[in-house]
């Protein structure tokens, strides 16, 4: 690959995630803490980062607030070498309208392509939790003079209805995308796996221009960069396949190598923050030669106390922050937070604690997600008895996982 390519990344955080409510209530989905430490946003420009990539466009627009803060707060570049992480939001620069899709964010943001002048174009989604390298990706790319190239995923055959499936030849060329198809022809190496899109791409810079520019044109499109960008480009046959299989991230284990999970529902995002607990993940946040950068705040360490029966502060199976303090209470399985407390007695199992939750005396939490500075009363019974959750008017998950909210009064149980 030639040392003087030029590279843009524009990341598409506007995403409302309905899915995720109530965490996204508040919030921008990107912006949905995760891994006790971390922004969702973080994975993404963290591989970025790590390639190389130093400067790169978040582009925003749902309750973007805490996640510009996060951005300023972070993601600092030297301004010497031209570097910037920049959040940028809906500006209307075309008209008195907010982005119509992901397409159109691009169309109405084509000043930093024009400003910039990249050889080449990142675009990116900025809620998936994986390590990935894209200047493997861009190589191949180069190599192949693609106009743009799709990193794919294997999946099981019988998950293909849940993402855009691509088809290729032996070459690499795409000759197929289908958009969450009832059925899909498996791979020929292995017939009961699909390559699915991750939603990351790479364009040719004029390829990206042209593609957006003539997409607004088109009345009938949704302006979304999988269902008509890469539709398009595939019909056109110039859009390749990059297999995320040969992905190779400095410092990768056997088993989280090729981790990547899309958290756009209440379950998968609990089950990705349990991939992080146990003695060897699923996903390692400890790979240090490929580090998943984010903003620590300054806090003390986490503490531990009392050491009495019925009254003992321990965590086993968890990831404990800077600023926790397990003062009498047991946590088993879970993902603590900065600045949570665990007060005596209390027992919290298989759960998700953000910053500032405060679990009350005698209290129990079960296999629950509990969001910025809620507070369970003592004595109260979380993720226990589903009846009771709903009738407290608590979100529960298709797979029985309990979500309390930012704000979201927890009445004291009689």
Request: a negative charge; one cysteine or more; proline letters at 6%.
């Amino acid at each position: 690959m030639p040392n003087r390519v030029k590279v843009l990344g524009l990341v598409l955080a506007g995403g409302e995630g309905k899915r995720l409510a109530p965490l996204t209530r508040d919030r921008a989905k990107p912006a949905v803490p995760f891994g006790a430490n971390y922004r969702l946003i973080d994975f993404v420009l963290s591989n970025l980062a790590n390639a190389n990539c130093l400067r790169i466009a978040v582009l925003t627009q749902y309750k973007s607030h805490s996640l510009d803060r996060h951005l300023a707060q972070t993601w600092r570049m030297s301004s010497i070498f031209s570097n910037y992480v920049m959040s940028v939001p809906a500006q209307m620069r075309t008209g008195k309208r907010w982005f119509e899709g992901s397409a159109d964010a691009i169309l109405q943001n084509m000043n930093l392509i024009l400003d910039d002048r990249p050889d080449y174009i990142y675009v990116f989604g900025a809620d998936h939790i994986y390590r990935m390298d894209p200047a493997q990706m861009l190589r191949q790319h180069i190599d192949s003079g693609a106009g743009v190239t799709i990193a794919g995923i294997r999946v099981p055959r019988n998950e293909a209805f849940r993402y855009g499936v691509l088809q290729a030849n032996e070459d690499g060329r795409i000759a197929k995308f289908d958009e969450k198809p009832q059925s899909a022809r498996g791979l020929p190496d292995h017939p009961e796996e699909v390559l699915a899109s991750m939603g990351n791409y790479i364009f040719s810079t004029k390829v990206l221009v042209d593609a957006v520019r003539s997409d607004a044109e088109d009345r009938n499109s949704n302006h979304d960069m999988g269902g008509d960008i890469v539709s398009k480009a595939v019909d056109a046959h110039h859009a390749y396949v990059y297999d995320f299989e040969y992905n190779r991230v400095p410092g990768a284990t056997d088993r989280d190598k090729g981790y990547w999970r899309d958290v756009g529902t209440l379950d998968s995002y609990y089950e990705s923050n349990m991939d992080l607990v146990s003695v060897h993940p699923v996903f390692n946040l400890y790979n240090d030669q490929w580090p998943i950068h984010t903003w620590y705040p300054s806090l003390p360490p986490a503490k531990f106390v009392f050491d009495e029966d019925g009254r003992r502060g321990h965590a086993v199976d968890s990831l404990v922050s800077a600023g926790a303090l397990i003062a009498g209470g047991t946590v088993r399985g879970c993902v603590v937070s900065p600045s949570v407390v665990v007060h005596s007695g209390a027992l919290v199992e298989h759960s998700v604690l953000m910053d500032g939750a405060d679990i009350g005396r005698g209290s129990v939490v079960r296999k629950a997600i509990i969001d910025k500075n809620v507070v369970i009363p003592p004595g109260c019974h979380v993720g226990v008895d589903p009846e009771d959750d709903r009738a407290r008017g608590f979100t529960i998950s298709e797979g029985g996982i309990v979500v309390i909210g930012k704000g979201d009064p927890v009445p004291m149980q009689s």
